[in-house]
Each structure stands twice: as structure tokens, then as C-alpha cells.
């Protein structure tokens, strides 16, 4: 499968601030399912910023389908508004990303910087409600709304454009049970259609339910391990290293 990103050996730091990330470096190939593993602090969400190119890298690169990503690539069509249709970023914290003031208005925004004709909207908006069953929900303000279908209503905006690739940032943080469950069953049902996921978590509960591949930050910020969910489970020494067991 083609890479959709490459990550060669990137650094990065915050104004006045140690790296938060050090000499990373992988790659991703359509369709794939990532969880970026770590303890708080070991700069996955730092990660999912650069790869959404809201951050660039102070050393190496990021490369889009070979594209390297920078601040000025990303101003200028045709790639820049290219890639904000293909890459959806869903922050852990959903009330960073709803503003508008009902549900339908949310899944129409991006599609209207998109320039789509109002039949097109409608209908993307129809399907989508539809998909993440939240129909229910369309007149209602997202501010309302339980943390859960927060969380659907936020995905729900980032699926009106058909991205190819989501970002995740502790995409469970905050829901019951149910909710997770919900948001489980759907995240599954994207990968199937075929589109990439990675996603940001701590949680080793989670690892089967949301990836296939699993690439480990320390909490020197590094990359220290890329391997199968399963592989990484049983090592029991690299998650006593990172953090993420104690003994």
C-alpha cells in the first residue's frame, strides 16, 4: 500500500521548552490503524498536531504523499485545502472544535469552505447523520449535548468531507461505557471502508479495539518501539520502561 505519511527524524519543541518529540521517525500506509502509545506527557498529542500540520517540525520532516508539509505548502491550493479535506483532526476535548449553532450547522461548515453546492450538503449531511445515527440530534445546539454525543457530533463534522485519514486524540476520554462502545463500533465500521486511523491513547485496554500497529513513545519523547498489538502487550519490560504498567 502507499505511505500516506512519512515521518523522517523530526524534533520538536515549544518556545522556551525541552523537545517534545526527538527524532521520530515512520511511516503510514493507507488504511491502517495506529495507536500512538505513551504515558501523559510523551508528546502523542504534540505528534497528531504535526502530522495534522497545526505544529511543524524545528528538525527533519513530514511528508504528505510526498508532499513535505510546511506553513507555506499549506496556505496555497491546490494541496493545502486538499489536505484539510483529507485529514481530520478529532481533539480529545470536543468543545475545542464545536461552534456553531446546531448540529446540522456544524456538518455543513467545512463543506461550505469547500465551496459544494447546497445539494451536495444536503445530502453529505443527511448520509452522515444517518451513519453515526445521530439524526436525532440535527436542531439541537452541540454546547447541549452529553459528552458522548459530543463526541459523535465532532466526528459527525469531520466525515462530511470524506477524509481519507483521522486523527484521534484519546478519542475515549470522558465517556461512559456506553458511549464508548458506541464510538468503538463506529470507528471499526470507518476502517473497514477503508479509512486510516491514528489514534493517540494511553489506554492498553484499547490497543485491540483500535489498531493493528502500535508505535510507543517514552517518556523521553522518543520512539522506542513498532510493532503488532499483540507483540507489544506481551513485552512487558518496554511497558514497565514507558510508564504505562507498574510492578
Not at 55 to 63: D, K, L
Not at 116 to 132: A, D, F, G
Not at 171 to 195: C, F, K, N, V, W
Request: charged share 20%; proline share 5%.
Amino acid at each position: 500500500m502507499p505511505s500516506i505519511f512519512t515521518v523522517d527524524n523530526v524534533s520538536f519543541a515549544y518556545p522556551g521548552h525541552e523537545p517534545s518529540v526527538h527524532g521520530v521517525s515512520f511511516t503510514v500506509a493507507q488504511g491502517e490503524r495506529i495507536a500512538l502509545l505513551g504515558a501523559n506527557g510523551s508528546g502523542k498529542s504534540t505528534l497528531l498536531h504535526l502530522l495534522d500540520g497545526l505544529y511543524f517540525p524545528n528538525v527533519g520532516s513530514i511528508t504528505f504523499f510526498n508532499q513535505q508539509l510546511t506553513e507555506a505548502v499549506l496556505a496555497c491550493p491546490p494541496f493545502g485545502p486538499r489536505f484539510r479535506k483529507e485529514v481530520g483532526f478529532l481533539f480529545q476535548n470536543s468543545d475545542a472544535q464545536l461552534f456553531c449553532a446546531t448540529v446540522e450547522e456544524e456538518l455543513a461548515f467545512a463543506p461550505l469552505q469547500l465551496r459544494w453546492s447546497k445539494v451536495k450538503i444536503r445530502q453529505q449531511i443527511e448520509n452522515t447523520l444517518q451513519q453515526l445515527e445521530i439524526m436525532h440530534l440535527r436542531d439541537r445546539v452541540p454546547q447541549n449535548l452529553s459528552g458522548g454525543e459530543k463526541k459523535r457530533v465532532a466526528l459527525a463534522a469531520l466525515l462530511a468531507v470524506n477524509p481519507a485519514v483521522l486523527l484521534l486524540d484519546e478519542p475515549m476520554t470522558g465517556l461512559d461505557p456506553r458511549s464508548q462502545a458506541i464510538l468503538l463500533e463506529i470507528l471499526d465500521e470507518l476502517h473497514l471502508s477503508g479509512i486510516t486511523q491514528i489514534t493517540a491513547t494511553h489506554d492498553l485496554n484499547l490497543l485491540a479495539h483500535i489498531a493493528d500497529r502500535v508505535l510507543v513513545l517514552s517518556e523521553d519523547h522518543q520512539l522506542v518501539a513498532d510493532d503488532s498489538v499483540q507483540a507489544i502487550i506481551a513485552d512487558e519490560e518496554l511497558l514497565l520502561s514507558v510508564n504505562l504498567i507498574y510492578k
